[in-house]
């Protein structure tokens, strides 16, 4: 009988742990959010988005309709609690998946009312 030479064992790769870079918590849920195109000050175009996910600094809203980075927003977030936190916010990301755009969004005028709001609904209390 030949013996087959043995195989060596695979070595075991350490995986890295993704690093957050988020600089607040985000809830992930799903909101109905009313937007305004805001082009030159003026109102462009209005409608409907979904939010994914929401901080006191952003949220990823989920859209049929396209984006332009840099474009500004109003937005309207409707509240589990029925409440509506409206903030300014500045689209600073958008890409395709699926039927949908998914457009990140920094805030960019958020009242303390609006930021405690959203406090409130990402942490899951009631007001």
Known sequence: MTRSPSRPKPKRVARKVPVERRH???????????????DAGEESHTGFVRALNLSTVGALLESPDRFTLGQN???????????????????????????FYHIGVAFAQASPRARRLIGIQISGKKS
């Open 24 to 38: 607040a918590p985000r809830g992930n849920l799903r909101l109905l959010t009313a937007y305004r195109c805001l």
């Open 73 to 99: 927003l109003a937005l309207e977030f409707l509240m589990d609690n029925n409440e509506i936190a409206q903030t300014g916010a500045r689209v600073s990301r958008v890409s395709k998946r699926g039927k």
